[in-house]
């Protein structure tokens, strides 16, 4: 269920002493309308939202010109100005609330994967491969953002 996946999530946190990284407070939203309060609060002391941090750093280094800011800014131009080497994700060109939303019309109409058609299977695949990328993402800009205040703070010695 989703929240033993989450209740298991919570004590591997509290017992790695770790995080939960996130990029936006919506994630946060979603954790919080559908997890039992008991989990929860367990978790809320293991979340960490990325997004100000990034912020904060892209708007020093003017990342996104010298007239603009990293306000409003999506994930994938965070991901861009920060690795401009690198290739963009894919696009999930069906939006992933209509993705959801025909998920989980599928999910009523039927209770077993078995019987999702093929096109429905898809909705589902190309959901994970857009989740995927956007926590691949994330984890890439964690590690830039760590890299950068770690060198900082070792140079303040």
Not at 110 to 130: A, M, P, T
């Amino acid at each position: 269920t989703f929240d033993g996946l989450f209740s298991d999530l919570a004590i591997e946190l509290e017992k790695k002493d770790g995080y939960l990284v996130y990029w936006t407070i919506h994630e946060q939203i979603i954790l919080q309308e559908y997890l039992s309060d008991e989990i929860y609060a367990r978790l809320v002391p293991r979340l960490f939202n990325l997004h100000p941090m990034a912020r904060r750093y892209a708007n020093r280094r003017r990342l996104f010109g010298p007239n603009e800011g990293a306000y409003r800014k999506t994930l994938e131009e965070f991901l861009a100005a920060m690795f401009s080497k690198r290739n963009p994700y894919p696009p999930f060109l069906l939006g992933a609330a209509k993705a959801c939303r025909r998920i989980d019309t599928a999910c009523k109409n039927s209770k077993k994967w078995k019987h999702f058609s093929e096109k429905q299977k898809s909705y589902v695949k190309d959901l994970v491969q857009y989740n995927k990328g956007d926590c691949l993402s994330t984890w890439l800009i964690a590690l830039r953002l760590g890299n950068s205040y770690s060198r900082i703070s070792s140079t303040n010695l």
